[in-house]
């Protein structure tokens, strides 16, 4: 049964930090290209950041610099270390997962997903 549980979202003030995390189960965890998604209320669902298998990263813009995507394969968990947060980064986040390679600024064909766990900056 493949399924990706995310965990550690809250309300935080501007500035302040957050880490989430997403555990995953029933799948070869370590192969596959592992994401981080948003969507606040009214606006599109937009990627974040991604992990490849072999560690390669990718960042939206808009967190380029505030935001680390790491994984741990022996504990099947990626995480999100969020820093520096904006009102703006408020949203629904969720963790993804494909099989295969993450491909720089292609942010689709995702089809493993988590429910989501609420983040807000005030």
């Known amino acids: 049964h493949v399924q990706l549980v995310e965990s550690g979202g809250g309300s935080v003030q501007a500035g302040g930090p957050l880490r989430l995390s997403c555990a995953a189960s029933?799948?070869?965890?370590?192969?596959?290209?592992m994401g981080w998604f948003r969507q606040a209320p009214g606006k599109e669902r937009e990627g974040v950041a991604a992990?490849?298998?072999?560690?390669?990263?990718m960042y939206a813009d808009s967190v380029k610099g505030r935001f680390t995507i790491s994984k741990d394969n022996a504990k099947n968990t990626l995480y999100l270390q969020m820093t520096s947060l904006k009102p703006e980064d408020s949203a629904m986040y969720y963790c993804?997962?494909?099989?295969?390679?993450?491909?720089?600024?292609?942010?689709?064909?995702?089809?493993?997903w988590g429910r989501g766990t609420q983040v807000t900056v005030s």
């Open positions: 993804a997962a494909k099989n295969g390679r993450c491909r720089v600024g292609v942010w689709v064909g995702f089809p493993i």
């Open positions: 029933g799948y070869t965890f370590s192969t596959y290209c």
């Open positions: 992990i490849g298998s072999d560690g390669t990263t």
